[in-house]
């Protein structure tokens, strides 16, 4: 059964798009600013926002002065409403959206300066491989953030809404076994929420 056929039989599951297609468009201002600080925006960097969504983060990266970003996401669907929205607030100037994955980066070896991820790195299927994609794409020196949800261990389905510190642990230790240097894992607050940010640098050439 495809998912069109799925919310064909189930109406409710066509709502729940609706509103998880406007919660991403309206509930990640916040956490598109501070994955921007963490990254140290600069004139001269090249963005790459892996599950871009909406794109709120693309255009935050280039309102904080990025040279170019680029939005990556595997639906269509996202990609045609990042595009609509970038145009209606004529923000498309240096910002592209491309469809792709984690996995799979439709970009060339080292033709990005920051590569990150707002709360998609545990949809990523392969994270191990995924990250070795971000850190082909990055040029040496250059910069990846991660951001996800901070969830207590009793949590119910925080598997959908964030990471424990336990998980948190496991994934800093996968991103220095992939290669990243400099890693760090801190709880920083987005408003009334508590996200894990995890950053690391490219090895110099």
């Known amino acids: 059964m495809t998912v069109e056929q799925h919310h064909h039989r189930h109406p409710q599951g066509r709502v729940f798009e609706a509103v998880y297609t406007v919660s991403m468009l309206f509930g990640r201002g916040g956490m598109a600013r501070a994955v921007a600080g963490l990254a140290g925006i600069s004139s001269g960097d090249v963005v790459v926002d892996v599950g871009c969504g909406p794109g709120a983060a693309v255009r935050r990266a280039r309102r904080a002065g990025a040279a170019r970003a680029i939005g990556i996401d595997p639906s269509p669907k996202m990609l045609r409403l990042a595009r609509w929205v970038t145009a209606l607030r004529r923000r498309s100037d240096g910002v592209t959206f491309l469809e792709g994955s984690a996995e799979s980066l439709p970009l060339d070896s080292q033709s990005a300066t920051v590569v990150w ?13 995924g990250l070795k994609e ?26 959908k ?3 424990t510190e336990k998980q948190a642990a496991e994934v800093e230790a996968l991103v220095a076994s992939s290669g990243f240097t400099d890693v760090v894992r801190r709880i920083i607050p987005v408003g009334r929420q508590s996200f894990t940010a995890l950053t690391a640098s490219a090895p110099p050439a």
Do not use: M, T
Request: charged fraction near 30%; avoid cysteine.
């Open 117 to 129: 991820a707002l709360q998609s790195f545990h949809h990523w299927e392969d994270r191990g491989r």
């Open 134 to 159: 971000s850190l082909r794409v990055l040029e040496p020196g250059g910069r990846l953030v991660l951001l996800e949800g901070y969830a207590e261990p009793s949590a119910r389905d925080r598997a």
């Open 161 to 163: 809404h964030g990471i």
